[in-house]
């Protein structure tokens, strides 16, 4: 079974900065695109950030130039560099990975459960 579990959330200044990780665990064969969604308060699900395994990082307008996501792939997980936050990143932020658990079986999303970052004085 894989769990995706994301730890770093919590509450910040506006203005400050925060590091979100999210680690992929149980049976995994092999991991491809990383990355990171969120979802505020009446809001819907939005992407925030992908990483793939090779290639260019693709980021949402709303974050660019102030958030970086980065991965390392030996401890299967993904991060978030959030900085220059601002009271809009408030939400919860969901870790997405696709993941194949088994050679034959085809990769499929998995989700965190997810961690709230407020920003907020």
């Known amino acids: 079974q894989v769990q995706l579990v994301e730890s770093g959330g919590g509450l910040v200044q506006p203005g400050g900065s925060l590091r979100l990780s999210c680690v992929a665990s149980?049976?995994?064969?092999?991991?491809?695109?990383m990355g990171w969604y969120r979802q505020a308060p009446g809001g819907q699900r939005e992407l925030v950030a992908t990483?793939?395994?090779?290639?260019?990082?693709n980021y949402a307008d709303a974050v660019k130039g102030r958030f970086t996501v980065s991965r390392d792939n030996a401890k299967k997980t993904v991060y978030l560099q959030m900085n220059s936050l601002k009271p809009e990143d408030t939400a919860v932020y969901y870790c997405?990975?696709?993941?194949?658990?088994?050679?034959?079986?085809?990769?499929?999303?998995?989700w965190g459960k997810g961690t709230l970052v407020t920003v907020s004085s």
């Open positions: 149980g049976s995994i064969f092999s991991i491809n695109a």
């Open positions: 997405n990975a696709e993941i194949r658990p088994r050679l034959l079986l085809p990769y499929m999303d998995y």
């Open positions: 990483i793939p395994t090779g290639g260019s990082t």
